[in-house]
């Protein structure tokens, strides 16, 4: 999948560039998971699921977005490590035999698969306990941490909420399927994609206007990424998104593509990515990561 | 099950006034539940999770251990019902079929009898992350609220870590099997227990020495629930403990009777009791509740 416009006039995006902060996240987040005493089997099972790869697009997004405003890459780590901490609970429980029910994540064998069931419910809420022992116990600034505490928690709930909303619906019945589509990506990948922007102006020290305009920037960029997503789940193949393609509509789930069609769910990328890009213009230079890291997911193939 | 020593030349405990804040607390976390925007089967799913009945140790441990210290049942009220909410996530996730598969908990169908695995498991997700909400968003002061979160959050991993030692054993061959039980106890039961004392006492603004006495009360007290919970498993029947009796020693996991024998048992619980009074010593007449429930504990048959 290619939007025509975002590549036009334009110098290539450095990807890995872009994204080099995430090498210090993951050997942020091994060392956390070394460091605390747990048992071994464990500490594995938390270690597979969390430093498995993965785009690491939430850390990445904290880091970007507290460097937007001053910050700097050592203020970001303990959040973008619990963001990711969160986010990696939320896919070993997704891909449960009773949920999802997935063999293969990141092009490996799913948590499940590689232990056991019982051992990836325990692993995934060990990660959701550790993102808030990581925010509590590693952030300097107690004023600081709370509200971190308070930002990643309140995502995360919105997050498992929109999972329900999603897998186990039960929307009024005068509610349009757009409307519902709407409110699944707003709290299922929106709320933490949000949240990771916030963090990391927050952690920045950021003032009341740069948080608007980050938080604005983290919604539509957070929408954009799932109407990409849904695009590209029957655009690729699974062998190249190393997760099962065809999955939502195998599963009858609510798509952009399948309500309003592959093109306009093109053109509502389009619309999203201007949307990103006009929310960081006062932001100057230093949010230029962020307005390539918009241009990148909006034409991303996996 | 008794405890002879326990309830000779003592007044009976009036156990219905020692834990009337539970009443308090059941009506706060309805409320939490109720003003949180969330999916209507989910919330109706955590609820069902939450204010199913159960003893609410650990709520009246919290608001006891604060009013011993000089706080106030307003004071405890958001790390009661936090703590609640990771008791009762570790429940819910526990019962499910790649775990303990129990169909009874508190007298009643468990949570994924009652609506479906998927659900289950996503109930259990929301509670733990609201216990850290409420931590978060409804103490005052933020550096109080920080402090909580860090106490709650160790002992939660530490519980999970507990359940892991529990259920998918992995200790080095050297570890004895005596020291494998002190291990699975002081982190399965005793990590939440113990905490629950030390919030107690934080949010009621207490000194160091006061929260080193309460934190060892809360260990012994700790411990001697789960030596008495071993007791019962193999003396009373599952009619009377509303949840099945006998699992334990069916399933062969490691228990103070089947490791010391029953009499052995007891005195182990005389001991801890004595060591629990022997905390509060300096405290005064404010902890006598602290000091009834732990005489109430040490003979309870459910």
């Known amino acids: 999948m290619t939007t025509p416009s975002a590549t036009q006039d334009k110098p290539a995006i450095d990807v890995a560039q872009l994204t080099a902060p995430a090498g210090a996240v993951e050997a942020y987040m091994d060392k956390v998971l070394t460091d605390r005493p747990l048992p071994a089997n464990l500490r594995e099972a938390a270690k597979y699921a969390l430093l498995g790869g993965g785009k690491r697009l939430r850390p990445v997004l904290i880091v970007r977005s507290c460097e937007a405003v001053g910050g700097t890459l050592e203020d970001a780590l303990p959040p973008a490590c619990a963001m990711e901490m969160i986010h990696c609970f939320s896919l070993v429980h997704d891909d449960l035999p009773a949920m999802d029910d997935d063999d293969l994540r990141r092009g490996r064998p799913t948590l499940h698969r590689h232990t056991n069931e019982a051992m990836a419910i325990l692993a995934g809420d060990l990660l959701t306990g550790l993102a808030f022992e990581v925010l509590a116990t590693r952030i300097a600034d107690p004023v600081l941490a709370n509200r971190c505490v308070t930002e990643l928690a309140l995502a995360t709930n919105d997050m498992i909420a929109g999972q329900v909303y999603d897998t186990l619906p039960d929307f009024p019945p005068e509610v349009r399927p757009i409307e519902k589509l709407r409110t699944i990506h707003r709290n299922k990948t929106g709320a933490l994609i949000r949240a990771s922007c916030r963090l990391g102006a927050i952690l920045a020290g950021c003032d009341e206007k740069q948080l608007a305009q980050l938080t604005r920037y983290g919604e539509a960029v957070g929408l954009m990424f799932q109407v990409v997503d849904d695009l590209l789940d029957?655009?690729?193949?699974?062998?190249?998104?190393?997760?099962?393609?065809?999955?939502?509509?195998?599963?009858?789930?609510?798509?952009?593509?399948?309500?309003?069609?592959?093109?306009?769910?093109?053109?509502?990328?389009?619309?999203?990515?201007?949307?990103?890009?006009?929310?960081?213009?006062?932001?100057?230079?230093?949010?230029?990561?962020?307005?390539d890291l918009c241009e990148y997911l909006a034409v991303r193939t996996k």
């Open 234 to 291: 029957v655009t690729q193949t699974t062998e190249h998104l190393g997760k099962k393609a065809g999955k939502d509509s195998d599963a009858g789930k609510l798509t952009y593509p399948g309500l309003i069609g592959i093109d306009a769910s093109k053109r509502e990328v389009e619309r999203l990515r201007n949307e990103s890009l006009d929310a960081l213009t006062s932001l100057g230079q230093a949010a230029q990561p962020l307005r």
